[in-house]
C-alpha cells in the first residue's frame, strides 16, 4: 500500500484557465490510485498465449443496455486472418456470463465454456493467411464486484447509468474478446441498443441513433486501430453539446456527454482544453483521430479513463483533462507493448499535463509543479519506473514510480538532450510508422532517444528506467577572493542498484546583482570543478530550475573557514515536530533561515548572543522537506530538514 505524505507546496494560478489544477502529486495519487482500486477486483493473470494462432481485423459489437438494470446481452462478430493452419480458435469471456451460440457461415458450432476463457471448435481447418469470422451470442450480468469493475450499473442524481473501464484486464467481465496489447482490433462498428430518453458514448464517429419503438439504436463507428482496454461504452440520459478547436490540419469537435444536473459546470470548463489539444497538436503531431472527434462522457468512477476519442472522466477539472487527453496520443496511438511498460502511457501523459505549465502558464508554477514531482518521488528510496511486477495491479499503476517518476525522467531526459533534439524524438517516436496505432516497448522509445541525441542512452536507461533511486548529494563550495570558485560533489544513493549516476548537474551562482548557472559534468564522486566568475557570488543554489530527480543532503558555502564550521554543527532532532536544537562549538551562528523546495522564504531565526546552542521552535511551519540555511558571517552551511 502507498503511503500518504502531507503536503509542502503550494500551487497558485493567476490565469482563469488554469483555475481548476489539483495540487500535482495529490491528482496522479488519486487517480492512479483509484485505477488500481478498480482493477484489484478483475485482475487476472491472463494466457500469454492466449489468441496467438489469429490476427483480429474488425469486430461488429451489436448490444442491448438498460442502464436501470445490471444485465447485456448481444452478438460479436470477429473477423480475423489466420496466422497458421487452425482448428480452434479462443477467446475469454467471464464464466458468470452465458453464450447462447457460436455460429460460423451461418451454422452453429460446438464450444466449451469451462472457465473464463472458451474455445470455439471449427468443422474444417483454416489455413493460415486465410482471413475468416466468427459470431458470438451471449448474455448475463456482468460481475459487479466491491467497489469499482470493468461494468458497473449505478446512479447519478437519481438516474440509472451503465458504464464500462476495461484497462488492464476487465475487458471479459462484459464482452467476449482477445484480451490483447498487441493485437490491435483493426476497425470496429459498435450498435447499441437502449431504452428512449438515454444516450451512448463510445469510440469514433456517431453514424446514426435510430428509434425503435420504446428503444433506441446508436451506432458508432471507429476505423483506427484500437487495443481491447479501449473499447468502451457508457449509457445514461446524458446532456449533449460540443465545443470545437481549431488545429494545424483541420477543426476537431470535442464531443461532450455529461450529466444534466452538470451541464453549467461542464461548460465552463471543456472550453480550457482547448489550448491544450491545440498545444499537443503542434508539439508532437496531428490529433490522430482528427477525422473524427475526441469527446469526454461523465460517470462515476473517480478519476478518468482515455478511451480512444471519448475520454470518461468524473469531472471537468483542468489536469484531468489535460492527462487524460495526452493519452490520446501516448497511450492510444501509441500503446505499450506490454504491462511492464505502462510508464510509456502514464509517465507521458503526466509529463505532458506538466508541460501545459511550462507553455501555457508562468515559470513560477513550472517550476513548482517540478519540484512538487521531485518531493513526492524522493519520498521513497526504492523503485523502478519499469514495472517489475505485473501480477500486482497497484505496481502497475503507482503513482510515485509510473507516473510521477516515469514523467520527471522524461524531464531529465529533456535536460540532458536539449529541446531540440528531445521534441524532435517525441514527434519522430509517435509517427513512427512501425510504432504508429500500434505498441511500443521502453527499448522502442530509447532507439528514438539516441537516434535523436546522436548518442547512446543505455546508461541513462539503465540508472533511471531500470534500476532504483536517486542521488543524494553534498556540495562543498569555496569562494576565493579572485571570485574563483572550487566546487566539490560528493553523492550516496538512495539504493544499492546503481552504484553512481552520471548527471550533468546545474548550479547557480548569485549576489543579488548578478547571477549565472553553470552545468557541472560530474562523472564520478567526489569530483572538483574550478570557475572563473566575474563577480563575486555569495549564495549558491543547488538545481535551481529543479531539472533533477536528486536530494540536496548538505550545502556548504565558505571563504576557506566553513569546513570546520560545519564539522562543529549539530541540528537535532531531525526529522522534528515542534522545535529544533542547533549546537555549535565556536563561532556562533547569526542567522537561521528556513526555505522549502522551491526556494521561497518561509521563516528567519536570530538567535540570541551567547551560549553554544539554541532551540528554534517550528511548530508553525507545514510538514514536508525544507533547506535550513545557517549563516556565520560570510560563510553560510545548509542541511536539509524534514518538517513531521
Given at each position: 500500500m502507498k503511503k500518504?505524505?502531507?503536503?509542502?507546496?503550494?500551487?497558485?494560478?493567476?490565469?482563469?484557465?488554469?483555475?481548476?489544477?489539483?495540487?500535482?502529486?495529490?491528482f496522479i495519487k488519486h487517480i492512479s490510485?483509484?485505477?488500481?482500486?478498480?482493477?484489484?477486483?478483475i485482475f487476472k493473470a491472463g494466457n500469454t498465449k492466449l489468441g496467438d494462432n489469429y490476427d483480429l481485423n474488425y469486430?461488429?459489437?451489436?448490444?442491448?443496455?438498460?442502464?436501470?438494470v445490471n444485465y447485456i446481452s448481444g452478438s460479436i462478430t470477429s473477423y480475423f486472418t489466420a496466422l497458421s493452419t487452425i482448428n480452434q480458435m479462443v477467446f475469454e469471456l467471464n464464466s458468470v456470463l452465458t453464450i447462447d451460440s457460436v455460429k460460423y457461415h451461418n451454422n452453429q458450432l460446438t464450444f466449451s465454456h469451462p472457465d473464463?476463457?472458451?474455445?470455439?471448435?471449427?468443422?474444417?481447418?483454416?489455413?493460415?493467411?486465410?482471413?475468416?469470422?466468427?459470431?458470438?451470442?451471449?448474455?448475463?450480468?456482468?460481475?459487479?464486484?466491491?467497489?469499482?469493475?470493468?461494468?458497473?450499473?449505478?446512479?447519478?442524481?437519481?438516474?440509472?447509468?451503465?458504464?464500462?473501464?476495461?484497462?488492464?484486464?476487465?475487458?471479459?467481465?462484459?464482452?467476449?474478446?482477445?484480451?490483447?496489447?498487441t493485437d490491435k482490433i483493426d476497425s470496429i462498428d459498435i450498435y447499441v441498443t437502449t431504452t428512449n430518453g438515454n444516450r451512448v458514448g463510445s469510440n469514433g464517429l456517431l453514424i446514426s441513433e435510430t428509434v425503435a419503438g420504446a428503444n433506441k439504436i446508436f451506432h458508432w463507428r471507429h476505423r483506427y486501430p484500437i487495443a481491447t482496454y479501449l473499447i468502451a461504452i457508457a449509457v445514461t440520459n446524458y446532456y449533449a453539446?460540443?465545443?470545437?478547436?481549431?488545429?494545424?490540419?483541420?477543426?476537431?469537435?470535442?464531443?461532450?456527454?455529461?450529466y444534466p444536473e452538470d451541464s453549467s459546470y461542464a461548460r465552463q470548463n471543456t472550453p480550457t482544453l482547448i489550448?491544450?489539444?491545440?498545444?499537443?497538436?503542434?508539439?508532437?503531431?496531428?490529433?490522430?483521430?482528427?477525422?473524427?472527434?475526441?469527446?469526454?462522457?461523465?460517470f462515476n468512477w473517480g478519476g478518468g479513463m482515455e478511451h480512444q476519442t471519448m475520454t470518461f472522466l468524473v469531472n471537468y477539472g483542468f489536469d484531468l483533462m489535460a492527462h487524460e487527453l495526452a493519452h490520446q496520443w501516448f497511450g492510444d496511438k501509441v500503446t505499450c507493448k506490454s504491462w511492464h511498460d505502462i510508464w510509456i502511457n502514464e509517465g507521458f501523459a503526466t509529463y505532458l499535463t506538466g508541460l501545459t505549465y511550462y507553455f501555457l502558464s508562468n515559470h513560477a508554477e513550472w517550476i513548482s509543479w517540478k519540484a512538487d514531482n521531485i518531493f513526492y518521488i524522493t519520498t521513497e528510496t526504492w523503485g523502478s519506473v519499469y514495472c517489475d511486477d505485473t501480477s500486482n495491479v497497484s505496481r502497475i499503476f503507482d503513482g510515485r514510480l509510473s507516473y510521477t517518476k516515469g514523467a520527471m525522467v522524461l524531464n531529465m531526459l529533456r535536460f540532458k538532450m536539449g529541446d531540440s533534439a528531445f521534441f524532435t524524438c517525441l514527434k519522430n517516436y509517435i509517427t513512427d510508422p512501425l510504432l504508429a496505432y500500434g505498441t511500443a516497448s521502453t527499448d522502442d522509445f530509447k532507439a528514438h532517444a539516441e537516434a535523436s541525441y546522436g548518442a547512446n542512452l543505455t546508461d541513462f536507461f539503465n540508472d533511471w528506467i531500470y534500476n532504483q533511486g536517486h542521488p543524494i548529494y553534498t556540495l562543498n563550495s569555496t569562494i576565493h577572493a579572485d571570485s574563483s570558485v572550487s566546487i566539490n560533489f560528493l553523492q550516496s544513493q538512495s539504493h544499492p542498484s546503481v552504484s553512481f549516476f552520471k548527471l550533468p548537474v546545474p548550479v547557480r551562482f548569485s549576489n543579488g546583482i548578478n547571477d549565472t548557472t553553470l552545468v557541472f559534468d560530474n562523472t564520478q564522486n567526489n569530483q572538483t570543478f574550478d570557475i572563473q566568475l566575474n563577480f563575486f557570488p555569495t549564495q549558491v543554489t543547488f538545481d535551481p530550475e529543479k531539472e533533477l530527480i536528486a536530494v540536496l543532503d548538505t550545502l556548504i558555502v565558505n571563504t576557506g573557514h566553513c569546513a570546520a564550521i560545519e564539522n562543529q554543527l549539530d541540528i537535532f532532532p531531525n526529522p522534528?515536530?515542534?522545535?529544533?536544537?542547533?549546537?555549535?562549538?565556536?563561532?556562533?551562528?547569526?542567522?537561521?533561515?528556513?526555505?522549502?523546495?522551491?526556494?521561497?522564504?518561509?521563516?528567519?531565526?536570530?538567535?540570541?548572543?551567547?551560549?553554544?546552542?539554541?532551540?528554534?521552535?517550528?511548530s508553525g511551519v507545514n510538514s514536508?522537506?525544507?533547506?535550513?540555511?545557517?549563516?556565520?558571517n560570510n560563510n553560510t552551511v545548509t542541511r536539509k530538514i524534514v518538517k513531521l
Amino acid at each position: 500500500m502507498k503511503k500518504y505524505y502531507l503536503l509542502i507546496l503550494a500551487l497558485c494560478y493567476s490565469l482563469t484557465v488554469f483555475s481548476q489544477r489539483q495540487h500535482e502529486k495529490d491528482f496522479i495519487k488519486h487517480i492512479s490510485q483509484q485505477e488500481a482500486r478498480s482493477h484489484e477486483n478483475i485482475f487476472k493473470a491472463g494466457n500469454t498465449k492466449l489468441g496467438d494462432n489469429y490476427d483480429l481485423n474488425y469486430h461488429r459489437m451489436h448490444w442491448f443496455v438498460d442502464p436501470s438494470v445490471n444485465y447485456i446481452s448481444g452478438s460479436i462478430t470477429s473477423y480475423f486472418t489466420a496466422l497458421s493452419t487452425i482448428n480452434q480458435m479462443v477467446f475469454e469471456l467471464n464464466s458468470v456470463l452465458t453464450i447462447d451460440s457460436v455460429k460460423y457461415h451461418n451454422n452453429q458450432l460446438t464450444f466449451s465454456h469451462p472457465d473464463n476463457t472458451f474455445t470455439i471448435d471449427f468443422p474444417t481447418a483454416i489455413a493460415a493467411g486465410a482471413m475468416d469470422s466468427v459470431c458470438v451470442y451471449y448474455h448475463g450480468a456482468p460481475p459487479q464486484g466491491a467497489g469499482f469493475g470493468s461494468f458497473i450499473q449505478s446512479n447519478h442524481g437519481g438516474t440509472p447509468i451503465i458504464w464500462t473501464l476495461s484497462e488492464p484486464f476487465g475487458a471479459p467481465d462484459w464482452w467476449p474478446c482477445k484480451n490483447s496489447l498487441t493485437d490491435k482490433i483493426d476497425s470496429i462498428d459498435i450498435y447499441v441498443t437502449t431504452t428512449n430518453g438515454n444516450r451512448v458514448g463510445s469510440n469514433g464517429l456517431l453514424i446514426s441513433e435510430t428509434v425503435a419503438g420504446a428503444n433506441k439504436i446508436f451506432h458508432w463507428r471507429h476505423r483506427y486501430p484500437i487495443a481491447t482496454y479501449l473499447i468502451a461504452i457508457a449509457v445514461t440520459n446524458y446532456y449533449a453539446y460540443s465545443d470545437h478547436a481549431s488545429l494545424q490540419n483541420g477543426t476537431l469537435e470535442i464531443l461532450n456527454y455529461v450529466y444534466p444536473e452538470d451541464s453549467s459546470y461542464a461548460r465552463q470548463n471543456t472550453p480550457t482544453l482547448i489550448p491544450v489539444i491545440q498545444l499537443y497538436d503542434s508539439l508532437f503531431s496531428d490529433y490522430p483521430y482528427l477525422d473524427e472527434k475526441y469527446g469526454h462522457a461523465q460517470f462515476n468512477w473517480g478519476g478518468g479513463m482515455e478511451h480512444q476519442t471519448m475520454t470518461f472522466l468524473v469531472n471537468y477539472g483542468f489536469d484531468l483533462m489535460a492527462h487524460e487527453l495526452a493519452h490520446q496520443w501516448f497511450g492510444d496511438k501509441v500503446t505499450c507493448k506490454s504491462w511492464h511498460d505502462i510508464w510509456i502511457n502514464e509517465g507521458f501523459a503526466t509529463y505532458l499535463t506538466g508541460l501545459t505549465y511550462y507553455f501555457l502558464s508562468n515559470h513560477a508554477e513550472w517550476i513548482s509543479w517540478k519540484a512538487d514531482n521531485i518531493f513526492y518521488i524522493t519520498t521513497e528510496t526504492w523503485g523502478s519506473v519499469y514495472c517489475d511486477d505485473t501480477s500486482n495491479v497497484s505496481r502497475i499503476f503507482d503513482g510515485r514510480l509510473s507516473y510521477t517518476k516515469g514523467a520527471m525522467v522524461l524531464n531529465m531526459l529533456r535536460f540532458k538532450m536539449g529541446d531540440s533534439a528531445f521534441f524532435t524524438c517525441l514527434k519522430n517516436y509517435i509517427t513512427d510508422p512501425l510504432l504508429a496505432y500500434g505498441t511500443a516497448s521502453t527499448d522502442d522509445f530509447k532507439a528514438h532517444a539516441e537516434a535523436s541525441y546522436g548518442a547512446n542512452l543505455t546508461d541513462f536507461f539503465n540508472d533511471w528506467i531500470y534500476n532504483q533511486g536517486h542521488p543524494i548529494y553534498t556540495l562543498n563550495s569555496t569562494i576565493h577572493a579572485d571570485s574563483s570558485v572550487s566546487i566539490n560533489f560528493l553523492q550516496s544513493q538512495s539504493h544499492p542498484s546503481v552504484s553512481f549516476f552520471k548527471l550533468p548537474v546545474p548550479v547557480r551562482f548569485s549576489n543579488g546583482i548578478n547571477d549565472t548557472t553553470l552545468v557541472f559534468d560530474n562523472t564520478q564522486n567526489n569530483q572538483t570543478f574550478d570557475i572563473q566568475l566575474n563577480f563575486f557570488p555569495t549564495q549558491v543554489t543547488f538545481d535551481p530550475e529543479k531539472e533533477l530527480i536528486a536530494v540536496l543532503d548538505t550545502l556548504i558555502v565558505n571563504t576557506g573557514h566553513c569546513a570546520a564550521i560545519e564539522n562543529q554543527l549539530d541540528i537535532f532532532p531531525n526529522p522534528a515536530s515542534e522545535i529544533i536544537t542547533i549546537s555549535y562549538n565556536g563561532q556562533q551562528p547569526e542567522k537561521v533561515s528556513i526555505y522549502d523546495l522551491s526556494g521561497a522564504l518561509v521563516t528567519e531565526y536570530f538567535p540570541a548572543v551567547g551560549g553554544n546552542s539554541f532551540v528554534m521552535d517550528i511548530s508553525g511551519v507545514n510538514s514536508g522537506f525544507y533547506f535550513l540555511k545557517i549563516s556565520f558571517n560570510n560563510n553560510t552551511v545548509t542541511r536539509k530538514i524534514v518538517k513531521l
